[in-house]
Nanobody, 121 residues
């Protein structure tokens, strides 16, 4: 079955960096657009970034976060720099069959279990 396993979360001070990884199995990775979402306590899950044939970012992370993928390793990454306390959330990766980039969570077919990112001020 399909599995998406995130790693790389943790506690970091404001201004610091983290790199999240999401290892996929059970699917033909190169045929899927991959996205990162996040959910803070008491808030809805929100789109962060996605990659297919191109990349797309939500405005609040542009210039700070970089999404990339390694199809040979079936892995998608999220490099997060200049982190802010408002970036604190559980971060999820998701897979969406095809090459279109979608921003809505219900467009995605498979989800990981999430990894916690906490940014202290």
């Amino acid at each position: 079955q399909v599995q998406l396993v995130e790693s790389g979360g943790g506690l970091v001070q404001a201004g610091g960096s983290l790199r999240l990884s999401c290892a996929a199995s059970g699917l033909t990775f190169s045929r899927y657009a991959m996205g990162w979402f996040r959910q803070a306590p008491g808030k809805e899950r929100e789109f962060v970034a996605a990659i297919a044939l191109s990349t797309y970012y939500t405005d609040s992370v542009k210039g700070r976060f970089t999404i990339s993928r390694d199809n040979a390793k079936n892995t998608v990454y999220l490099q997060m720099n200049s982190l802010k306390p408002e970036d604190t959330a559980v971060y999820y990766c998701a897979a969406d069959f095809g090459f279109a980039i979608h921003h809505k969570a219900d467009e995605y077919d498979f989800w990981g279990q999430g990894t916690q990112v906490t940014v202290s001020s």
